[in-house]
T-cell receptor, first 115, second 111 residues
Framework: DTGVSQNPRHKITKRGQNVTFRCDPI?????LYWYRQTLGQGPEFLTY????????KSRLLSDRFSAERPKGSFSTLEIQRTEQGDSAMYLC?????????????FGQGTRLTVV | GENVEQHPSTLSVQEGDSAVIKCTYS??????FPWYKQELGKRPQLIID?????GEKKDQRIAVTLNKTAKHFSLHITETQPEDSAVYFC??????????FGTGTRLQVFP
């Protein structure tokens, strides 16, 4: 599978623990996006990268959330001191950045359950 | 801030009828408008997209129209089939290249 890959697929954690998710984008894609999706809602923008540079982080995102893309390839999303309200599907998407715009491809997501 | 509104939130149609989903966007500099289909438990997948220099685009039973003046764009599905049942999301690329999604429309096609 040469698409966007996310790991783990599922994560159950106790409240207060830290969790880290990984996203491997399609190799030639320089844009990488993180979204959070809860049941019945659309993907909510969290943050995005152009290569290794983080361009924007949602104002709705608390300081407990941090993302990195150290070499401009894979990215990690860390949530510190998890809360029950963090339970959601975390989606990663990647796309090329070129004139004319291009399709964003999604990974399968990481489903986080905070108990 | 950037915003994409989507209506209706649910839509039920009889097989063979048409379905229309509407979205509005806030950033007049947005220039790319994709539509995604998400089946239960699966990732969103692109079904059609339109760029701001085009008013309409069609691909078999699906079409998208764009009204830049009104900042509206719509998805049209004709001759609906039960396998069209899913959640559909509109999205807009804002001038910062940020991809923002609507809240989704759950489409149910009854046989």
């Amino acid at each position: 599978d040469t698409g966007v890959s996310q790991n783990p697929r599922h994560k159950i954690t106790k409240r207060g623990q830290n969790v880290t998710f990984r996203c491997d984008p399609i190799s030639e894609h320089n844009r990488l996006y993180w979204y959070r999706q809860t049941l019945g809602q659309g993907p909510e923008f969290l943050t995005y990268f152009q290569n290794e540079a983080q361009l924007e982080k949602s104002r709705l995102l608390s300081d407990r959330f941090s993302a990195e893309r150290p070499k401009g390839s894979f990215s990690t999303l860390e949530i510190q001191r998890t809360e029950q309200g963090d339970s959601a599907m975390y989606l990663c998407a990647s796309r090329k950045n070129r004139a004319g715009n291009t399709e964003a491809f999604f990974g399968q997501g990481t489903r986080l359950t905070v108990v | 801030g950037e915003n994409v509104e989507q209506h209706p939130s649910t839509l039920s149609v009889q097989e063979g009828d048409s379905a229309v989903i509407k979205c509005t966007y806030s950033d007049s500099a947005s220039n790319y408008f994709p539509w995604y289909k998400q089946e239960l438990g699966k990732r969103p997948q692109l079904i059609i997209d339109i760029r701001s220099n085009v008013g309409e685009k069609k691909d078999q039973r699906i079409a998208v129209t764009l009204n830049k003046t009104a900042k509206h764009f719509s998805l049209h599905i004709t001759e609906t089939q039960p396998e069209d049942s899913a959640v559909y999301f509109c999205a807009a690329i804002h001038n910062t290249d940020k991809l923002i999604f609507g809240t989704g429309t759950r489409l149910q096609v009854f046989p």
